[in-house]
Nanobody, 123 residues
């Protein structure tokens, strides 16, 4: 089992920045690829970003490319999502997720999920 707790969400004006953190516990963090997903009200959960175990490979949704950066610190069992130039359409609950093996954009392949943190971007 891997337990994960997200933090860093909040209310921000359009154009602002937030940094989300996800702290994992329970298993060897560096064995897991990590992903960030989000779900807006009335919409399906969507992929945001993913990172492999070493941090050497990252993937981004087209909608966030160039604005968001995923990173990880295996010594701290933490994955981050730096979000810049936020837009109202970024408003959602953001979830981190973990899986063994390679990073992927497919949410169904992730085994462990956090409970989410709310991000609200006002216009």
């Amino acid at each position: 089992q891997v337990q994960m707790v997200e933090s860093g969400g909040g209310l921000v004006q359009a154009g602002g920045s937030l940094r989300l953190s996800c702290v994992a516990s329970g298993r060897t963090f560096s064995n897991y690829a990590m992903g960030w997903f989000r779900q807006a009200p009335g919409k399906e959960r969507e992929f945001v970003a993913a990172i492999n175990w070493s941090g050497g490979t990252t993937y981004y949704a087209d909608s966030v490319k160039g604005r968001f950066t995923i990173s990880r610190d295996n010594a701290k069992n933490t994955v981050y999502l730096q979000m810049n130039s936020l837009k109202p359409e970024d408003t959602a609950v953001y979830y981190c997720a973990a899986k063994r093996g390679v990073a992927t954009m497919l949410d169904t392949l992730y085994d462990y999920w956090g409970q989410g943190t709310q991000v609200t971007v006002s216009s």
